[in-house]
């Protein structure tokens, strides 16, 4: 959103709201598993709909949940990145809203934050995905 007039936004700029999704290992740390470790939450959902025309692979994927759908592939991210239009640290030119994917998550417990509110002394957002076979 960029109607926040409380200015409840957490990070970034003023009056705005942005949300990612990243995979965490452990809901106890403060940060995202890094590439040393294998990411499954998204690797291993599968994609039944996506507004994203070019969001097909699982990176695409992992990528589009990362940005807040400000790139919608690995190819994307690529393009953008050679034209000097990467993505805000703080997602601050991410879309205001995320425009939607329909996925189907495999079985497990999958952890997952917001990297753009994550404060590291006051706030984080952090969630759990749980899902039955």
Not at 26 to 38: A, E
Not at 51 to 65: A, E, F, I, N, P
Not at 86 to 114: I, Q, T
């Amino acid at each position: 959103s960029n109607t926040n007039p409380r200015n409840f936004a957490g990070q970034g700029t003023a009056g705005t709201d942005r949300h990612n999704m990243v995979e965490m290992e452990d809901p106890s740390v403060n940060y995202p598993l890094t590439s040393g470790k294998p990411l499954t939450m998204f690797t291993n959902a599968k994609i039944i709909w996506s507004s994203h025309k070019r969001t097909k692979t699982k990176q695409d994927l992992v990528t589009s949940m990362a940005s807040s759908g400000y790139y919608d592939s690995v190819s994307h991210y690529k393009a953008l990145v050679a034209q000097n239009k990467a993505l805000n640290d703080e997602l601050n030119n991410a879309p205001a809203s995320y425009r939607g994917m329909l996925l189907r998550f495999a079985p497990g417990e999958h952890y997952y934050m917001c990297t753009r509110n994550n404060n590291f002394s006051n706030r984080d957002q952090k969630g759990r995905l749980g899902v039955r076979p």
